[in-house]
């Protein structure tokens, strides 16, 4: 069903040369901007707010992208379709595709840092 | 080029990530940056940061990257600041609204640092060129309104220079375009201090400055010389040796002069590569009176030909003289109205319509009415009965100058000098030193010239003025006149010219003396008067005399006519209130 590669690794060799000292900083807000975003994303579902929840996944997408995760940029645009065409009742669903997909980025991106 | 300048770069994401990512890149290329959160920020940071591009997140609390994009363009104005949308877009619609919104680019997500620095390079020759358009359409800008100026001031001195003159005579109609000098054209008409008026019609190769250059000294050349009384062949040499002198090879001016005589009802003609001359006789047939020289400017003064062709007119009869841009005025289909169209026009005409209005409205149907920015030059000149048309010296301000009051001086003209040259002018000159005398130049030269013609012709030459009483006769006597000039030697005509001042004005005292045989003034004083007392048929020789003693004080001959003295008694203007009149 996504058969987008979980870790673009020649992204992140690029990151890593065009970041230099400060590729850990990058990691580390990308991390705290994504678990920020999850959390986002269910409160959104929770107050119903399509809107506020496509956008959050648009964001969310155009950072996982940048950053050189393209699953989870593709889980993110499903949700921000599924928020743009008002079907909230799926979204928990992506959502938690989402956190699943987050976590096991989290734990390659983490072997990266020094 | 200037790829390796740094570019001031302006930022909006709202992504911290993705901030961080384009930041540093941005900086890894060596260009400065400012990096802000969301298109409000972006906003407010352009007028003060200037940056030569910026990059805006599409979607973006507070302002998105659209909105932000319109004000952006909005306060660069016509300056280039190309702005590029970061989008993970790839709906095609999406990125079409982008470029709408006034976006010049996008970069797509994950950035690719080879593909924003070419993009970057780019942009940045863009905005160069763009800079170095609007820098050269500037000065271009500048120029034009400081040649616009320079025109009007020169159009300003040219006017002083070049005046109308006589132009706005009743029995004068003209057409030029407001500003005919810059295409070269020149039209100028001048009142003769005896009476009639000169016209010259002409058209410079060339346009612009050179040739409204070319037309101040011939201007000075023609008003000058015309008031002081030369003739119309005088100016004509005068005028081409100037032009021959001044103005560059290949550079010259196609032109006619008219000398038009109202009290002989005479009309001399002079065509210098201008189009045919149309002499529109009352009711009568056309003469066309083509070009029979080369145009001013062109020959050496030896080889110059200032022969002007004499034609015998009747009040009614209208002359009319264009320059090329007539025949050459084109229409949409970039045919040229021509000799054809413009006989069919006059051929045509509504009786009664002045021909000039008949051809300028044939070529406004022709071109189709461009009327503004027409290269037209006309002008037609009606024949008048000599006491409609009221010459202006009179109304010459009075010098404030003193000039000379008691004088007196002789001068003699000898030999074959009388055949070349005429002391008229001269004498007209001296005599005009005096302010008071000023306002009565058209008599002085009305008593000067008569003086002279009638010592030359029948004193010098010996030739009887019975002659001119019939039109065979009258032609005659030129050419006998013209033959006799030729073989004309050791004789003289002296004048002798003596002022003084009276209570009231002055007194000019002319003698003409000649070393002819004498001539019988007395029956032609009595044959013109009998032609004052209702005979039409006016003889052109009793006129002079009966002029003559109209205008001076005294006229008396002596030594059998071949002295003549003429007692002139001037007064000053009376000073009305407010000026003098």
Same mark, same amino acid.
């Given at each position: ?26 990691? @580390? ?6 678990? !920020?975003?999850? #959390?986002?994303?269910?409160? *959104? %579902? ?34 921000? @379709? ?6 909230? !009742?799926?979204? #928990?669903?992506?959502?938690? *595709? %989402? ?16 | ?581």
């Amino acid at each position: 069903m996504n058969d987008k590669p979980h870790l673009d690794e020649e992204a992140l060799t690029e990151l890593q040369d065009v970041m230099e000292d400060e590729f850990d900083v990058l990691i @580390e807000t990308y991390l705290k901007d994504s678990s !920020d975003r999850i #959390s986002h994303l269910r409160s *959104a %579902i929770g107050s119903a707010d399509p809107d506020a929840f496509a956008r959050t996944a648009h964001s969310f997408k155009g950072s996982s992208i940048n950053i050189g995760a393209p699953m989870l940029g593709e889980l993110c645009l499903r949700a921000e @379709e599924a928020g743009k065409d008002n079907r909230l !009742d799926e979204a #928990s669903d992506v959502v938690d *595709a %989402i956190e699943v997909e987050f976590q096991r980025i989290e734990q390659t991106l983490k072997r990266f840092l020094a | 080029m200037t790829d390796s300048k740094p570019l001031r770069i302006l930022i909006a994401d709202d992504s911290d990530s993705d901030r961080l990512i384009l930041k540093t890149l941005m900086k890894r290329l060596g260009h400065q940056v400012r990096a802000t959160a969301n298109g409000s920020e972006a906003v407010a940071i352009f007028p003060e940061y200037l940056p030569d591009v910026v990059l805006l997140d599409v979607m973006m609390p507070v302002m998105d990257g659209i909105t932000a994009a319109r004000e952006i363009k909005a306060m660069a104005g016509e300056e280039l600041v190309p702005v590029i949308f970061l989008t993970s877009l790839t709906d095609a619609g999406a990125l079409a609204r982008c470029l709408d919104a006034g976006g010049d680019d996008f970069l797509t997500k994950p950035y690719n640092k080879i593909i924003i620095q070419a993009k970057l390079g780019a942009f940045n020759r863009m905005r160069q060129m763009h800079k170095t358009l609007s820098q050269q359409r500037d000065l271009i800008r500048e120029r034009n309104r400081q040649l616009l100026e320079e025109q009007q001031l020169a159009k300003r001195v040219f006017d002083n220079i070049a005046h109308t003159g006589c132009l706005n005579a009743d029995n004068i109609r003209h057409h030029v375009s407001p500003m005919s000098i810059f295409n070269g054209d020149i039209l100028f008409a001048c009142p003769r201090p005896a009476g009639g008026m000169h016209i010259l019609i002409g058209d410079f190769t060339g346009h612009g400055l050179p040739a409204a250059i070319g037309a101040l000294p011939i201007a000075e050349i023609f008003y000058g010389m015309t008031s002081m009384g030369f003739s119309g062949n005088d100016v004509l040499r005068e005028v081409n040796d100037k032009l021959g002198r001044i103005l560059p090879t290949g550079m010259f001016c196609c032109a006619a002069m008219i000398q038009a005589d109202f009290h002989l009802n005479q009309l001399r003609i002079w065509n210098g590569g201008l189009p045919d001359v149309v002499l529109l006789r009352k009711g009568g047939p056309r003469e066309l009176v083509p070009s029979r020289h080369l145009p001013l400017g062109v020959l050496d003064s030896a080889r110059f030909d200032a022969t002007m062709e004499l034609f015998h007119t009747s009040a009614g009869d209208t002359l009319l003289m264009m320059t090329d841009g007539v025949l050459e005025a084109e229409n949409e289909q970039a045919e040229r109205y021509g000799e054809g169209r413009l006989k069919q026009a006059l051929d045509t005409a509504p009786a009664g319509e002045p021909p000039i209005d008949t051809v300028l409205g044939a070529i406004r149907s022709f071109t189709g009415e461009q009327s503004g920015h027409d290269d037209l030059t006309l002008v037609s000149l009606d024949m008048v009965v000599a006491s409609d048309f009221h010459e202006s010296a009179e109304r010459l301000p009075q010098s404030a100058l003193k000039g000379p009051a008691q004088w007196h001086c002789v001068y003699e003209v000898r030999d074959d000098t009388l055949a070349q040259f005429s002391p008229l002018p001269l004498l007209l000159h001296i005599c005009m030193e005096v302010p008071g005398l000023r306002r009565k130049s058209a008599d002085i030269y009305t008593l000067l010239s008569e003086l002279y013609t009638n010592a030359l012709e029948h004193g010098v030459l010996g030739l009887s003025s019975d002659l001119k009483t019939s039109p065979d006769g009258f032609s005659y006597y030129y050419s006998e006149r013209e033959r006799r000039l030729e073989q004309v030697s050791g004789h003289y005509i002296r004048f002798t010219l003596t002022h003084s001042m009276t209570r009231k004005g002055g007194k000019l005292i002319i003698t003409c003396e000649d070393s002819g045989q004498g001539f019988d003034h007395s029956s032609q004083i009595t044959t013109g008067a009998a032609d004052e007392s209702g005979n039409a048929n006016i003889k052109y020789s009793g006129r002079g005399l009966l002029l003559m003693q109209k205008l001076g004080h005294s006229l008396r001959y002596s030594e059998y006519g071949s002295r003549a003295e003429i007692v002139y008694d001037w007064e000053l203007a009376i000073k009305q209130p407010g000026g003098w009149s």
